[in-house]
C-alpha cells in the first residue's frame, strides 16, 4: 500500500506530489524513481495524468478481458474478475469483503494461481486445502474451502469451466474438534460474583439478549424504545435488525431484558449501556467498553472465580455466553424462539417472529 497523501495533496493525481520548496515531482510506482517537474501546477497536473494513463495501457485487466469475451484464465487471473462479479451480486458487508479478500490474495500468490482454470483438477483442490488446513488450521480450511467452490461456480456461469466440472465440489472439508468448553449457567453466576459491575451489565446483556460481543459493546440507552431494544447486527453489516421486548424473561435467570436495561443505568452520565464506571488512564467515567476489554474482564473475572477447562480444551470465553444464551431459550422456548431472538434464520422463524415494517424482525415475549 502507498503511503498517505498529505489533505493538501489528496485532490492530485496519483503519483504527483510536492515538496516544501514548491516543485512538483512525479514518483513511478514501478521503480519508486523520481522525476521534477517544475512549480507549474497545470503542467504537472497535464504530464502526470498522461504518465497514468501510459502506465494503465501497460497492465492487463482480467475484468476488461473478460468483457471482451475472454474465456481462457489461470487462476490468478479470474479472482479479480469473480471479486467483481460476487461484489456486485452480494454487496457483502464491510467485515466479510475484508475476510474474502484475505483468502483471494492467499489463493491468488499460491501455486495454484498459475494453473489455467481448465486444468484445475479435483486432486489439486484437495493437495492445496490439505496443505492450507495445516498452515492455517482447519476452521480456516473450511473457508477457504467455501470460498473457492463459489469461485469455480461463478467459472461455471460465465463459460470459463463446463458446467458440473467444479473441481472443488468433490472435496471434503476439513474435521476439527471444538476446543473451547461450554459455559455453564452455573459457571456463568461464578464468574458474574467476580466481575466489575460494568463487566456483570455486560454478561447479562449478553445472556439476555443472545447477542454478540460486538453488538453488546455498542447498545445504547437511545436504542431502547417503546419497551423494545433495537439491536442492527454488526455482522451482517446492519441488515440484521431486531426488536426484542423487553419482556423476554428467562425463569432460570429471573429478569427480563427490559430489568437489565434498567439495571445498567446508574448516576454516571453515559450513551452507552455497558460503560466505564471509574477514570483509568485516558479511559473516563461513561466512556464506551471496548469488545477486547469485555473479553479481558470476562477472563479476569474467570480466573478469579478459579473456572479451568478440562484437559485438551480451552476455558470458555465471553462469546460462549451467546451460546449458552440459545440453550436456554430453546430449553424454555424451543428451538424457534431461540433462532429468532439470536438473529438466525430459518423458515419458522420468518413465519413465527418476521415483522417487515421498516425491516425490523419483532420477537415478542412468549
Given at each position: 500500500?502507498?503511503?498517505?497523501?498529505l489533505a493538501?495533496?489528496?485532490?492530485f493525481?496519483?503519483?504527483?506530489?510536492?515538496?516544501?520548496?514548491?516543485y512538483?515531482?512525479?514518483?513511478?510506482?514501478?521503480?519508486?524513481?523520481?522525476?521534477?517537474?517544475?512549480?507549474?501546477?497545470?503542467?504537472?497536473?497535464?504530464?502526470?495524468?498522461?504518465?497514468?494513463?501510459?502506465?494503465?495501457?501497460?497492465?492487463?485487466?482480467?475484468?476488461?478481458?473478460w468483457?471482451?469475451?475472454r474465456?481462457?484464465?489461470?487462476?490468478?487471473?479470474w479472482?479479480?474478475?469473480?471479486?467483481?462479479?460476487?461484489?456486485?451480486?452480494?454487496?457483502?458487508?464491510?467485515?466479510?469483503?475484508?475476510?474474502a479478500?484475505?483468502?483471494?490474495?492467499?489463493?491468488?500468490?499460491?501455486?495454484?494461481?498459475?494453473?489455467?482454470?481448465?486444468?484445475?483438477?479435483?486432486?489439486?483442490?484437495?493437495?492445496?486445502?490439505?496443505?492450507?488446513?495445516?498452515?492455517?488450521?482447519?476452521?480456516?480450511?473450511?473457508?477457504?474451502?467455501?470460498?473457492?467452490?463459489?469461485?469455480?461456480?461463478?467459472?461455471?456461469?460465465?463459460?470459463?469451466?463446463?458446467?458440473?466440472?467444479?473441481?472443488?465440489?468433490?472435496?471434503?472439508?476439513?474435521?476439527?474438534?471444538v476446543?473451547?468448553?461450554?459455559?455453564?449457567?452455573?459457571?456463568?453466576?461464578?464468574?458474574?460474583?467476580?466481575?466489575t459491575?460494568w463487566?456483570?451489565?455486560?454478561?447479562m446483556?449478553?445472556?439476555?439478549?443472545?447477542?454478540?460481543?460486538?453488538?453488546?459493546?455498542?447498545?445504547?440507552?437511545a436504542?431502547?424504545?417503546?419497551?423494545?431494544?433495537?439491536?442492527?447486527?454488526?455482522?451482517?453489516?446492519?441488515?440484521?435488525?431486531?426488536?426484542?421486548?423487553?419482556?423476554?424473561?428467562?425463569?432460570?435467570?429471573?429478569?427480563?431484558?427490559?430489568?437489565?436495561?434498567?439495571?445498567?443505568?446508574?448516576?454516571?452520565?453515559?450513551?452507552?449501556?455497558?460503560?466505564?464506571?471509574?477514570?483509568?488512564?485516558?479511559?473516563?467515567?461513561?466512556?464506551?467498553?471496548?469488545?477486547?476489554?469485555?473479553?479481558?474482564?470476562?477472563?479476569?473475572?474467570?480466573?478469579?472465580?478459579?473456572i479451568?477447562?478440562?484437559?485438551?480444551?480451552?476455558?470458555?470465553?465471553?462469546?460462549?455466553?451467546?451460546?449458552?444464551?440459545?440453550?436456554?431459550?430453546?430449553?424454555?422456548?424451543?428451538?424457534?424462539?431461540?433462532?429468532?431472538?439470536?438473529?438466525?434464520?430459518?423458515?419458522?422463524?420468518?413465519?413465527?417472529?418476521?415483522?417487515?415494517?421498516?425491516?425490523?424482525?419483532?420477537?415478542?415475549?412468549?
Amino acid at each position: 500500500m502507498g503511503r498517505q497523501r498529505l489533505a493538501k495533496n489528496r485532490a492530485f493525481p496519483p503519483n504527483l506530489y510536492q515538496n516544501t520548496a514548491g516543485y512538483f515531482y512525479y514518483r513511478n510506482p514501478q521503480t519508486k524513481e523520481q522525476k521534477g517537474l517544475g512549480r507549474d501546477k497545470a503542467r504537472a497536473f497535464q504530464e502526470a495524468r498522461k504518465a497514468n494513463a501510459a502506465l494503465a495501457t501497460r497492465e492487463p485487466s482480467s475484468l476488461v478481458d473478460w468483457v471482451l469475451g475472454r474465456k481462457d484464465y489461470t487462476l490468478a487471473e479470474w479472482l479479480p474478475v469473480y471479486r467483481e462479479l460476487w461484489d456486485e451480486k452480494t454487496q457483502p458487508a464491510a467485515n466479510t469483503r475484508y475476510a474474502a479478500n484475505s483468502l483471494l490474495k492467499r489463493l491468488g500468490e499460491a501455486d495454484l494461481g498459475n494453473m489455467r482454470m481448465r486444468h484445475i483438477e479435483t486432486v489439486h483442490v484437495a493437495t492445496y486445502l490439505e496443505e492450507f488446513a495445516k498452515l492455517s488450521g482447519a476452521g480456516m480450511a473450511r473457508n477457504m474451502r467455501s470460498k473457492m467452490r463459489d469461485i469455480f461456480r461463478w467459472a461455471e456461469t460465465q463459460g470459463v469451466i463446463d458446467v458440473g466440472r467444479n473441481p472443488v465440489a468433490a472435496t471434503f472439508n476439513a474435521g476439527y474438534k471444538v476446543k473451547r468448553e461450554r459455559l455453564s449457567l452455573e459457571q456463568f453466576w461464578a464468574i458474574h460474583a467476580h466481575a466489575t459491575t460494568w463487566a456483570k451489565n455486560a454478561m447479562m446483556l449478553a445472556l439476555l439478549t443472545g447477542q454478540r460481543r460486538d453488538d453488546i459493546a455498542n447498545m445504547k440507552f437511545a436504542d431502547y424504545k417503546d419497551g423494545f431494544l433495537h439491536v442492527a447486527q454488526g455482522k451482517s453489516g446492519g441488515e440484521t435488525k431486531l426488536q426484542l421486548d423487553g419482556a423476554i424473561k428467562l425463569t432460570k435467570v429471573g429478569v427480563s431484558i427490559g430489568d437489565v436495561v434498567a439495571g445498567c443505568r446508574d448516576l454516571i452520565v453515559s450513551r452507552y449501556l455497558v460503560h466505564h464506571t471509574e477514570r483509568v488512564s485516558s479511559i473516563k467515567p461513561g466512556d464506551k467498553v471496548r469488545t477486547g476489554g469485555l473479553s479481558d474482564a470476562f477472563k479476569e473475572a474467570r480466573e478469579r472465580a478459579k473456572i479451568e477447562a478440562s484437559e485438551g480444551r480451552t476455558p470458555p470465553s465471553f462469546h460462549e455466553i451467546r451460546s449458552l444464551s440459545e440453550r436456554l431459550y430453546r430449553e424454555e422456548f424451543g428451538s424457534d424462539f431461540a433462532q429468532a431472538i439470536l438473529g438466525h434464520k430459518s423458515a419458522q422463524m420468518t413465519a413465527k417472529y418476521d415483522d417487515l415494517r421498516g425491516g425490523w424482525k419483532t420477537v415478542r415475549a412468549k
